[in-house]
Nanobody, 123 residues
Framework: QVQLVESGGGLVQPGGSLRLSCAAS????????MGWFRQAPGKQRELVAR???????NYADSVKDRFTISRDNAKNTAYLQMNSLKPEDTAVYYC?????????????????WGQGTQVTVSS
């Protein structure tokens, strides 16, 4: 079992900043990728940013040059630094982690979601 704990959401004024954290724990052999998705009311969940174990990142066009994803492999933790926030960034942000567990010589892949954290950008 793998658990994710997210933190850092809240209410911020337009132009402000927030930093989200996502810590993974449990039966983890390795983590392949960590990412952040978001879902606004009435919209589909969308990818915001993703980082692989090798450090390769990709971002949604709407957040490029404003958001930065990073990870601390030793802590199995991902971060999303969000700057120059806009009202349209308001959503529930979900952490997603893909990895492997090992039991003896048997490896199993998993894909786990966090519980979500609310980000509201409003004056």
């Amino acid at each position: 079992q793998v658990q994710l704990v997210e933190s850092g959401g809240g209410l911020v004024q337009p132009g402000g900043s927030l930093r989200l954290s996502c810590a993974a724990s449990g039966s983890i052999f390795s983590i392949n990728a960590m990412g952040w998705f978001r879902q606004a009311p009435g919209k589909q969940r969308e990818l915001v940013a993703r980082i692989t174990s090798g450090g390769t990142t990709n971002y949604a066009d709407s957040v490029k040059d404003r958001f930065t994803i990073s990870r601390d492999n030793a802590k199995n933790t991902a971060y999303l630094q969000m700057n120059s926030l806009k009202p349209e960034d308001t959503a529930v942000y979900y952490c997603n982690v893909e990895g492997l567990s090992r039991s003896g010589s048997y490896y199993s892949s998993w894909d786990t979601w966090g519980q979500g954290t609310q980000v509201t950008v409003s004056s």
